[in-house]
């Protein structure tokens, strides 16, 4: 009788198992970039929702985190989100939202400057998330910048695909930003706008701006909306950068004596009092020494 | 013959059923340090903690370090501070700050399961346990609080099973200090470095500045510092004997991530058509513009008469992938608070006390170098020992050396843990004689990276110093300030300017 599987086969399948479970076990450290010709298994051009969704199954866990994001334009352009189908009455000039990770969002833009009523209906999927220190995700948001370019080459029928990418800080360029001015640059319809991205930091967000409009038929509106995934209302975080002149850090953390901070103001002149005057301020003895002021919040 | 074969054959099925269980284990089950002890004392510890221990937080004065220190470990890291320490939790931007609360968690956790094992009640009283160097207490804490072993680590994963130890110790920590008001736990199976992040970190996303990176300084003939790339700061000085040597300072982070975007604008090709929109309408209602309904926008089929396209050169794309960040530091961060800082006594007098060590351990360690004697030497107090030279003469004369060490200790502070760009960072340098004799010819060089941009005039040095800025390669300035005078035994020179980040 001949026997199913010969010796040589089941030997060979031991071995095969035994060095790929010690493979296993040491393929756990990250490989290097790879060099020479790739192809590339996401591009630029791809319908929105697929890259986010290649995300969200690999490369560690991003489900669940809704990522801070800011969306600026140009002066009187305002954005709002839609929410269950439609959009919200009050639109921002600076929406902050946190949005999931490979979720495609549509949001609609309004106020465009010398083109009054038009309204433009751009998506925005997010395909990975920052890591920011705990209690400062609010400060560190995704700024998702429309320029006045951009609004102009949608409404005449160009579609526009920006991909905004996380600057490695060793190629940065050496130019002063602020959170408005996200800098982009154009790169030409042969070369891939995602690719070009990776090659420079670490992609985030891709946004797609075109002339579509949503569609009378409500069965085409879930479509139209990707879904309608949740979003967060967020407001916008108080940062240093931001602050009026004469408050500072100090007063955030008025529990921490501090002497150099500049925010001291000078002692009083000592001013002999004859008669009879109006009592001044209470003299309360502070911790931190004499002259120092409890902090008055100015917003 | 026939039996022999069959017995082969079992044999051999055996052997794929064998490896086949290792393959699953090796697949499903990482194979690590999983240590027995510790998942037992695990099941015990959740169960009586609450219930033993009333107090966790009041334990910690009576405890003396019980730690015994790894010989990876500075001796800054190993030893928690033997004084109980004041506790700062602030909300800044709903952030909490967890320094001695973590350690004090982790000492309370520490006694629990000492507690669980000896099965006594009231563990609060309880002596020193004794912890082998072995136990993961040890580990763990050389895991996440020493920069040295974390800057080995680099940003690799460590394996898994080492994964789930760290990730149930912080859950015991975590149960632990929920009572005490520490919110540090971390619970993720991925590189966690301490308390920064649950999720991990991406090196991208921050900006150092400090330390030796190429570890390539060094000093030419001409007496130029070369060799210091972008990031680095050192300081070179000469000993009495001549002797020239360069000192990196620690490595400072801050959080700051900058964002850029490509964009590409497509149109129709010849022969397709585009829909753009010609004319729109406010929709009016009975008394007012309705805002609120979608303007009904007329649009109008168009298509391009002729293509005009340039074709650009294909064969130009430069693949130029940025520099991948490997081996970063764990980020060391300050605190927010520069006054705290400026007034610890190791910046006001040079002295490194007990009770600073967690905030120093928090912020910058200064780097400080450790040379191997031929003979075992004990080192007290951050002395150098002395060698014993035996000269063979006749007489059994004993001539002792002293050796002779001017040695600097750079120790790099930031005022800021994150900064968004646009924000002012003020950075603190701190250089100080810890060495048996003055040094002269002290310049220090810091080279900062190309999204710090210096602030003119904004510089201040405690002692005499010449201060130069020249261009470098990023797009930012390199500083040196190259002091005047000697540093004698114990002198220190103090030194800050401010940076904008970009």
Known sequence: MRKPYSLLWTSSIALGLLACGGERVSAQLPGSPPTGATHQLFRGDMPPGVVGGARLQRRGAVQNYYQPVRFSGPDGVRFALADGGVFQPNSEPQLHAGLLIGAVYRFKITGIPNEPGLELFPTVEIIDRTYPPPGQANRFPIPINIDRFDLQDASEGRMVTRVVYLEDPTTALPLPETLDTARSFDVSQQQDPLEVADQLGRPVAIIRIGSLTPPNEPSLLPRFFFGGPPWLLMTPARSAAVATPGEGAVTRTPHIPRTDDGTLEPQPMYRPSFGPQAPGPPQIASPYGPGYSTPTYQR | ?502
């Open chain 2, 1 to 502: 013959m026939n039996h022999s074969k069959q017995a082969i054959q079992s044999a051999a099925s055996a052997a794929v059923l064998a490896s086949a269980s290792l393959f699953v284990g090796g697949c499903v089950m990482p194979q690590g340090d999983a240590n027995p002890a510790l998942t037992v004392a695990q099941h015990l510890a959740p169960e009586n903690a609450i219930e033993t221990l009333p107090a966790p937080v009041t334990t910690v004065a009576a405890r003396p370090t019980n730690v015994t220190p790894s010989p990876t470990v500075g001796p800054v890291m190993a030893t928690p501070p033997a004084a109980p320490v004041q506790t700062v939790a602030y909300q800044d931007e709903d952030s909490v700050i967890q320094t001695a609360d973590f350690l004090q968690a982790e000492g309370a956790t520490k006694d629990l399961r000492q507690a669980a094992r000896d099965q006594q009640p009231a563990a609060a009283t309880k002596a020193t346990p004794n912890v082998t160097p072995n136990s993961p207490q040890s580990v763990r804490q050389v895991g996440w609080n020493d920069p040295i072993a974390a800057r080995r680590a680099g940003f690799a994963p460590v394996p898994a099973a080492r994964h789930d130890n760290l990730a149930q110790r912080h859950d015991n920590s975590c149960r632990e200090s929920s009572a005490s008001g520490c919110s540090c736990c971390s619970k993720s199976p991925y590189f966690t470095s301490g308390p920064w992040n649950q999720f991990g970190i991406d090196p991208n996303e921050f900006l150092c500045d400090g330390g030796d990176l190429g570890d390539n300084a060094h000093v030419r003939q001409d007496d130029k510092i070369v060799g210091i790339d972008l990031e680095d700061t050192v300081v070179r000085y000469t000993t009495e004997a001549g002797e020239i040597h360069v000192q990196p300072s620690n490595r400072v982070c801050i959080y700051a991530p900058r964002f850029a975007a490509v964009r590409r604008v497509t149109e129709a090709a010849a022969g397709g058509r585009i829909v753009a929109a010609q004319g729109y309408d406010l929709p009016e209602g009975p008394l007012r513009i309705d805002i609120n309904q979608p303007s009904s926008a007329v649009s109008s089929q168009d298509g391009p008469e002729r293509q005009v396209l340039a074709r650009t050169p294909d064969a130009m794309r430069e693949l130029n992938r940025g520099v991948p960040v490997e081996a970063v530091d764990q980020p060391l961060l300050a605190e927010d608070v520069l006054a705290v800082l400026a007034n610890l006594t190791l910046i006001t007098r040079g002295q490194l006390t007990e009770a600073e060590k967690p905030w120093l351990s928090k912020g910058a360690l200064a780097a400080e170098t450790w040379s191997l004697q031929e003979n075992v030497a004990v080192t007290v107090n951050e002395l150098k020992p002395f060698e014993q030279i035996h000269n063979a003469a006749a007489e059994g004369l004993t001539v002792y050396e002293f050796p002779d060490a001017g040695r600097l200790r750079i120790c790099k502070l930031a005022d800021k843990q994150n900064a968004l760009p646009g924000e002012i960072v003020t950075f603190l340098l701190r250089v100080d004689n810890v060495g048996d004799s003055p040094v002269r010819n002290v310049v220090l060089t810091d080279n900062l990276t190309t999204r710090l941009e210096y602030v003119e005039d904004s510089q201040t040095c405690s002692v005499g110093a010449v201060f130069d800025t020249e261009a470098n390669v990023g797009g930012s300035l390199r500083l040196s300030w190259k002091l005047t005078d000697t540093l004698k035994v114990g002198e220190s020179a103090s030194i800050r300017f401010q940076c904008k980040v970009r």
